[in-house]
Each structure stands twice: as C-alpha cells, then as structure tokens.
C-alpha cells in the first residue's frame, strides 16, 4: 500500500459496514405482516395432505395447488370438511374484519381463513413464502400471522409502448406482483412510439400504429440522435389481452388498461392522421420525448374514434378503473388549429388548458355513462378536473394533495421515489437508464402521505405505485433488472403498517428471495449493497464523508491517492483521514479478503470556498433543496440528478460566502447543469463579486454561458484580487418557454458547486 500523505486539506472519511446485526429468526416475509407468532414444530405438506375448501373456492384451491405442485412435483385432493391432514381455505368476515386480510394458523394442520377471495391468495402467498422443501413434502413452521393492507390500492405500472414485453414476461409480471400481494397492474398501453392493444373497428392500429421504423440508440439527450435503423412493434391481440386477464383474475389482480390521451398519441395518428390537427402525416416517434402533434381536440371525429377504443376496452376490461393518461400534452398545435380554437369559442373556454380540461371531461362523461371510473395523471388537474375523477400524483405530491382537498381519490407515484426507470447506483457503468437516482433505500424509506395534506383527507389518498416505464427498458432482463428488487420494497411500504416498516430487516429479508424469485424466472440487482457515501460535516478546506454498505460481514477498504483498494488497502471504520488534494476516492468491498463488486469512485475539488461559511437566500427545500453547505462540499453533482449534490433553485438566488480571512482569489466557477429535456435550466446568469467587509461589494466576474447538455463546469479567470467575503446572485431563467419539455412551468435552476480559487 502507497504511504499516505496527510496534506494540509484533510479529508475524513467515515465508513460503515453492518456486521454486528443479529441474525433474525424470524420468516423471510415480504411484507412484513401486520402481526406473526411462531412457535416450535412444522406442520408438514405431503402425499398425506388435502386442500379443504368449499366448492365456491374452488379457484383460490387452484391456484394453491398450482403453486405446491411447482414444489412437490404432484396436486393435492381438494376434498371439503376432510378429517385428513389439511390446508383448510374458509372466508370469515367477522374474524377477518379487513378488506384483503386473512388470518393464517400452521401448528399441525394449516388453516387460511380470509375476509375476502382476495385475501385468501394473499394468505396462500405467505405461506408459499413459509414453507420450505424437505424430503417427500414442504415444511411450514407452526404460526399465527394475523395480516391485512395498509393501502387498499398497491399498484405496479408498465409501459409496452416503448418497448414491447410479450405475454409470458407479462404472466411473470403478475406472478411478481401476486407473490408480494399488489392488487393491481397498471397497463400502460399507447404511446408515441407505438400502440398495443388490438381493436377490431380500426385495424391500421394494428397494421401502422404498433410499429415504429426504427429506434433510437443510447440516452435522448445525446445530440444528435443515433438510430439502429429496425423496424420494432407488436401489439397483445384480444384473445392475449383476455388471456392476460384471466391469469391477473386468477391472482384477484386487477387490470388497469391505459389508453393516453390528448397527448402522447403519435402512434395512433400514425395511423389515421385525420385526428391530428394538421392531418399529418405522421410516424410513430422513433426517439424519447414529448411531442407536438396530439390529438385534436376540435374534431368531433376524435371522440368518435376514442369512444369506439373505449368501447372495446370496457368489453375486455372488468375494471372499474380505465386510465386516460391526460400527461405531457403541448397546446402548440391546438393554439394553431382552427378546429381547436373554434371549440374553445363554441364551449366558452378561456384558454387551451380548458381544453384539455373539455377533452378530459367529456372522455370521462362517456366511461361514466358506460359505469366506469377515471384515472389520469396529475396533469388532469389543470383547466378543472372531471369529477369522480382519481389522480395519480407523478410531479410530487401536490397533484394528491390539491386532488384530495377538492373530495378526489390520489394515488402516489411521484417520480422521484417512484419511478423504476431511474438509476438504482450511482457507479458509473450502471447500464444507460432514464436519469435520476432512486436507490432502494429511497424507495422504501420515502414516506408516501405528504406532511402537507390534513389528517381527514388521507382517506383520499388510496395508495401507492411503482412506475416502469420502458424508454431504456430493450429486454425483459433490463425490465426485471430495473424493477426488481426496488418493487419489492414498495410492495413491503403498500402493504405492511408503517410502524413495521424497517429497513435493516427489510434487506435481511429480501435476501432471501433470490430461490423464490427464480421460480418466477426474475433476477434480482444486488447493487442495493455497493458502497454509498453521505455527507454531513465539512470543515474549512477538508472534507468529512461517510461510506456505507449495507452488505454484512464485508469490509470498505479504499485509496486516496490514485491506486486501486486491494486486500491491503485501508479499511475505513470510524473517522479517517486521508490526503485531500483533488483527487478521487476510490472504494471497494472485501469479503473474507476477496474484493467484492464494483469500484466506487468519488471525485473531490478542493477549494478555497470548500467548507467555507455560506449564506443562500432562496434556498429551496425537499429533493433539490440545502442544506447550503452543499455548495460548498467539495463534491458536485451527477448526471443522476438527485443523488442529493445538487441545489435547485426555482428563484433569483444570492449567495455570501465568508473565506474566514482575506485571501487572494484568480478563479471563480460554478458547476450547473443543463438538462432541458428534465425541466433543469442552467442560470440565466452567476455573478460574482467581492468584499473585505461584507457590506461594500465589487463585481469580478459574470458567467453566462452554459453550452453544455449537461454539467457544466463554468470557470473564469480573473486578474488576482483579495477579498474575505464572495457574493454570487444567480438569475433564475422563470418559465420553461413554449416548445420545451415542461413548457409554461418553473424551470428548476440546477447547481451544485460554487468554485472559489
Ligand atoms: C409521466 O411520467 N409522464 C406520467
Ligand atoms: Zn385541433
């Protein structure tokens, strides 16, 4: 190992790795259930058994039975009031006074008894995840597991149309979502790039919109695109989506068919462009994004074709819920066309939000005319929402709150905690994905009912959802690779009490579902245990981090100082200190002296405000918000936007930094980042200037140039100057103009180090 050189910028590391736990004893439940007991002994599931359920039952016996045969290789009888050995299947409601729940007892004889039909696959769940194969049989430890929902909607979404997942992906899908007791999947069906629901009325949905000339290569905000130049589509018939449908009924999931509108469209007016404002043509988007051409929203013919879709949904679909997107849809078009405008006139709408608003209602007129209910993403809350309408809150939690304060249902989706498409590491080989940073814990530590909302309207809020949305999702293994286990843990925050909740016991736990989850033929990511680093304390020109594994039994060992950690490497418990000029902290994990895993890399830039005093006004709070400090920490942000480095603010801004002591400045910088295509503008403009008394302040330098589809690292040499106080003002660029993702918006003003040299 190098000899480490102690420099004048220290930097402390503190590590942790979580060896001392001690081993529980209980079951590898996934949830958590409400309540468990076990005792000593096994009941045993052999030749011997019988299931005992009544002939109303008979599908739940089924379905039990189809799980045991995986594993004993042979069904068991279904005989009703058996004096054999059983598992005896009842529904009780006075017992079992919870939608959902069930009771189970194993002490010799099993005995499932639920509130509901739904509640007995759940209990028949737990015990699939009880037992355990022995000689000639399964063993069930003896138990009392009394156990019911928190949230009585827990749902998954997927989306086909980026890309397209057959129907076997789709069965393991469900098996997935039965095996940790979600109760509905949300089927993302239409879309840009391509439209996936087979409807008889209009076959060019089949023959031109489920098909896209090609796709394109890498992430959308590499410019210019790339495009691997083959033909991609598909689409589930109806004898596929029926097929579906009684696999999901089979497991009491429901089905929610989305079919997007007014936005998000291309694909259908591929093919039939008359119900595009400008009639095309048109083609299935072949890249990411959000785009212009939406259906209009003047042309009756619009809802004719969109009521005859809605019809043929409602006759595959038994639920009560059909999903009408109403996301992302620009009004460039509609200001334009003259059908639209003229709508706006006849109907008396002030503007095009209230025609989205129309559009939505008047679609959602129609389901409820026909008994249906409604659901749209937030974005239904805007120009008025129809009423009975449910919202899924994806931009935060505000679409809930202001949904549930209106007499609305909200489920949570919000896209920082709930979106499986973004990064789950933040190593730089994770393969390419949509962007952000939701790590396991995130997901599962992340309270889902907002502080925000009062008490007696939580009742609105029915639950929560995992989003898989498929832009950088090209097989059913990056699929599983991204969802899994990160829709584990959300299906523990659906359905288990909070109070239960508990993230050390949760990994134990999860640990142990790699065999059950292979039965299902999905693989798990394990990077939830790579090393991760938080800050918390930054001194005057050093830095102070943490390094975390949740890995047990594993050591960090790391390097300052540009070599690769090996075996002799040192490893980090408790406070470390380190060479700390700029360099890169390297760590890796050692287990029984072997390296496991990928290498952390963590860069550092020390400067003269590195640790330094700082004042921000403006700062914001939450996901993007301060502490100050973190412009100043010596660390800048990722393009995983959230791993916690990066300060947006929505705001002018004014920063005042105290260097503690004159000194002499011939550098001034900035780290931004341009992400346009994620609503994340760069300033408009970084003012610096300087003051030796912190009242009277000169100005040095501007930065106003931020090319960069990305971080920027903006730098200005200036002629040297002494100074003990730095101000910066930022000027925060408003709203997100037309044409832009996030158009009419705020643009969130994206930075994360101020470099003083
Ligand atoms: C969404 O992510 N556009 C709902
Ligand atoms: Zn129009």
């Not at 119900?275 to 209009?296: E, H, N, R």
């Not at 009423?387 to 304060?405: F, H, I, L, P, Q």
Request: proline share 6%; charged share 20%; hydrophobic share 35%.
């Amino acid at each position: 190992m190098k000899k480490l050189i102690v420099l004048p910028f220290l930097m402390a590391t503190i590590c942790q790795a979580y060896a001392q736990q001690q081993e529980p004893v209980q079951p590898a439940l996934i949830p958590v259930p409400v309540k468990a007991q076990y005792g000593q002994g096994y009941s045993v599931i052999s030749k011997q058994t019988a299931i005992d359920a009544p002939g109303e039952l008979k599908y739940e016996a089924a379905f039990l039975n189809g799980l045991a045969r995986q594993y004993l290789g042979y069904a068991l009888p279904v005989i009703a009031h058996t004096n054999r050995y059983s598992i005896k299947l009842s529904i009780d409601t006075l017992l079992v006074r919870e939608p959902e729940g069930y009771l189970l007892e194993s002490n010799g004889n099993i005995r499932i008894t639920a509130h509901d039909r739904p509640g007995l696959v759940h209990g028949i769940q737990t015990l699939r995840q009880l037992w355990a194969v022995q000689k000639g049989g399964l063993r069930v430890p003896f138990a009392t597991i009394v156990d019911h929902p928190r949230f009585p909607y827990r749902g998954m979404h997927l989306d086909v149309s980026r890309h397209f997942f057959p129907v076997p992906f789709i069965k393991q899908y469900l098996d997935l979502l039965s095996l940790y007791k979600f109760n509905t999947f949300h089927w993302h069906l239409t879309d840009d790039q391509g439209w996936r629901i087979e409807i008889k009325k209009y076959p060019k949905l089949q023959s031109i919109a489920a098909w896209r000339e090609e796709t394109m290569i890498g992430h959308k905000k590499e410019l210019p695109h790339r495009f691997d130049g083959k033909r991609y589509g598909g689409y589930y018939t109806q004898e596929q989506v029926k097929e579906v449908l009684q696999y999901a009924a089979e497991r009491h999931i429901t089905v929610i068919p989305e079919i997007e509108m007014p936005g998000h469209a291309q694909a259908a007016l591929s093919a039939y462009p008359e119900l595009g404002c400008t009639s095309g043509p048109y083609k299935a988007a072949t890249f990411w994004g959000v785009f212009d051409d939406v259906f209009c929203a003047g042309k009756d013919s619009t809802f004719t074709f969109l009521q005859d879709v809605l019809d043929e949904v409602i006759a595959l679909f038994p639920s009560q819920f059909i999903h009408i997107g109403g996301d992302e849809c620009p009004k460039t078009r509609w200001r334009a066309c003259p059908h639209c405008q003229q709508r706006i006139q006849t109907e008396k709408l002030s503007n095009e939000e209230e025609l989205q608003s129309y559009f939505m209602q008047r679609v959602t007129k129609y389901l409820q005319a026909k008994g249906k209910s409604v659901i749209g993403w937030d974005e239904i809350l805007e120009g008025g929402l129809a009423k009975g309408a449910t919202v899924m809150s994806w931009r935060g939690t505000g679409g809930a709150v202001e949904a549930a304060r209106m007499g609305h249902d909200a489920i949570m989706t919000t896209e920082d905690d709930y979106y499986f498409d973004h990064y789950q590491s933040l190593y730089p080989s994770e393969p390419v994905a949509a962007g952000g940073y939701t790590p396991l814990k995130e997901v599962y530590t992340y309270q889902p009912l907002p502080d925000s909302i009062e008490p007696s309207l939580l009742p609105h809020i029915k639950g929560i959802q995992g989003q898989l949305w498929s832009e950088y999702l090209p097989t059913n293994e990056q699929a599983a690779y991204m969802l899994l286990p990160r829709a584990i843990a959300l299906a523990e925050v659906a359905w288990s009490p909070a109070a239960n909740l508990n993230y050390d016991g949760f990994l134990y736990r999860l640990r142990k579902q790699s065999p059950i989850l292979k039965r299902i033929g999905l693989a798990m990511a394990s990077n939830f245990d790579e090393i991760t680093y938080t800050t918390d304390k930054v001194l005057r020109g050093s830095l102070s981090f943490h390094l975390h594994s949740s890995l047990r039994e594993a050591v960090i060992r790391y390097t300052s100082d540009g070599s690769l950690p090996d075996k002799s490497s040192r490893v980090c418990s408790g406070l470390v200190q380190t060479g700390g000029r700029n360099g890169v902290l390297r760590a890796r994990l050692f287990r029984n002296g072997m390296p496991m895993g990928r290498m952390f890399e963590l860069p550092y830039y020390i400067n003269k405000a590195t640790g330094a005093d700082i004042t921000v006004t403006n700062l914001p709070s939450g996901k993007y918000g301060g502490p100050a400090l973190k412009l100043v920490n010596g660390l800048s942000g990722s393009h995983r936007f959230n791993d916690s480095q990066w300060v947006g603010f929505t705001n002018n801004f004014e920063a005042v930094i105290d260097l503690g002591s004159e000194q002499t400045l011939t550098r001034v910088g900035a780290n931004l980042l341009n992400y346009a295509w994620q609503r994340m503008w760069p300033t408009v403009a970084l003012e610096f200037y300087i003051s030796d008394n912190g009242t009277n302040y000169t100005k040095i330098a501007t930065l106003d140039n931020f090319p960069v589809n990305g971080i920027n690292q903006a730098r200005k040499t200036v002629p040297a100057v002494k100074a003990r106080y730095v101000k910066i003002t930022g000027l925060h660029p408003g709203t997100i103009p037309a044409g832009k993702y996030g158009a009419g918006s705020t643009a969130t003003m994206m930075i994360s180090e101020f470099i003083l040299e």
